[in-house]
């Protein structure tokens, strides 16, 4: 095994490095500003327009919403604050259940949390890493009730408000079958398309599949606004109630104004917007290039014993936000990730499952988790940024 991480790490270093020097920490996303970045936020400057109403708040909810291949958009501070939102706009109440992955970032599940309702924990899928959808169509044969109010957990008495489905690392998850198991039950889908900015499911894209998607701008998220969100919708009266929700619920006009109910100030300002505006016309060429990059992974890792580079599926096609490879155990895992770090590569280990973290011990679960538990156990994300290409194209 030791041999051939230290084959594995050794191609990595060469690869990256040649243009990048030994003493310099590579990343495993940093942000690049190559376009319109400083003329637009000059231009946001200069028109004094910084804060929570301006152009660029305007364009960027219609540009990332077609991305998105929908209709409406409404930008945000943060991605968790626009998952609140989105959860709150499929009806999720206090007490309920949401259902959601284990393996994820804890965002998803904060959001659920800040709803007052519980995340139920559930198992992944072993190619695409999502939901598993066989696993949630038993349990909500096998341990769910129709009742009056909803489709009932029998074991909690909670009612099952929604299920969130996140794209893991920018990869797709089924949602066909995901779809239509919900459909069946008759439950919400929130989409958490935050790391699939620009993927696509079977030639449809990412964050406008189910009723409600949404987007993260973060800054180690494909692109940036420094920090933001978005919500991803079809649904007129659905974009209208969570612009109003995420705008402190203001009505009226002018100096007669009030506001209808505890509403948040979760909207985007437009500095952040203007940055996202210049951001998002590079987003065609960020994706090709981390595809580009991904396909040199692939074949740098193709004839490496214990590592493979993780693929998107043939119906896929990803936006390859995090780039990842998979090792056989924990052990191979750690070395590799040791080996990686001391020679400032800073590759990283997938996520802590939801519930082992201290957050969320004693949470709901379906099941034993053993896939997404094996899943964390074995996958590492590699360096992804795009400025990685720059090295690349020499070779
Ligand atoms: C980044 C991320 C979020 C939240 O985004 P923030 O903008 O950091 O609040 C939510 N879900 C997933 C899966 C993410 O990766």
Redesign the pocket.
């Given at each position: 095994m030791s041999d051939s991480i230290e084959r594995a790490v050794d191609a990595l270093e060469n690869f990256i490095r040649e243009d990048i020097s030994a003493d310099t920490p590579v990343p495993l996303h940093e942000p690049s500003f190559e376009g319109n970045e400083w003329k637009y936020l000059k231009d946001c400057l200069d028109s004094g327009w910084v804060s929570s109403i301006g152009s660029y708040v305007d364009q960027l909810e219609k540009e990332t919403a077609e991305v998105c291949g929908t209709k409406y958009g409404i930008a945000t501070v943060?991605?968790?604050?626009?998952?609140h939102a989105a959860l709150i706009g499929v009806g999720t109440q206090a007490n309920d259940i949401v259902i959601c992955p284990a393996l994820?970032?804890?965002?998803?599940a904060n959001?659920i949390s800040y709803c007052g309702a519980v995340p139920l924990f559930a198992d992944s899928e072993n190619v695409t890493f999502g939901l598993d959808p066989d696993k949630l169509e038993q349990f909500l044969k096998e341990e769910c009730v129709h009742h009056s109010k909803g489709l009932v957990h029998r074991q909690s008495g909670r009612r099952i408000a929604a299920i969130a489905v996140?794209?893991?690392f920018g990869h797709p998850a089924r949602m066909d079958e995901l779809l239509s198991i919900a459909q069946q039950y008759l439950i919400p889908v929130v989409e958490?398309?935050?790391?699939a900015l620009g993927s696509h499911y079977k030639e449809r894209p990412c964050g406008g599949l189910s009723q409600v998607g949404?987007i993260?701008?973060?800054g180690?998220?494909t692109i940036t606004t420094g920090?933001?969100?978005l919500i991803s919708t079809n649904d007129e009266v659905m974009a209208r109630r969570l612009k109003h929700l995420t705008t402190t619920a203001r009505t009226g006009q002018g100096w007669n104004f009030d506001h209808d109910k505890v509403g948040f100030n979760y909207r985007m300002p437009n500095l952040n917007a203007a940055l996202g505006c210049a951001q998002l016309e590079m987003l065609p060429e960020f994706i090709e290039r981390k595809r580009r990059l991904a396909k040199c992974y692939r074949d740098l890792f193709k004839d490496v014993d214990d590592v493979s580079f993780v693929s998107e599926q043939n119906w896929a096609r990803s936006n390859y936000?995090l780039c990842a490879i998979r090792v056989p155990d924990i052990a191979t895992r750690d070395y590799f990730l040791q080996l990686s770090n001391h020679k400032k590569l800073l590759t990283r280990p997938c996520w802590h499952l939801i519930p082992e973290t201290n957050a969320y011990q004693n949470s709901l679960k379906i099941d034993n988790l053993s896939v997404a538990k094996h899943l964390a156990e074995t996958l590492i994300n590699i360096p992804s940024s795009p400025i990685l290409s720059v090295a690349m194209d020499k070779h």
């Open positions: 943060n991605g968790v604050s626009a998952l994820t970032f804890i965002a998803t959001a996140v794209h893991v958490d398309a935050a790391e949404v993260s701008f973060n180690n998220k920090g933001g969100g936000w």
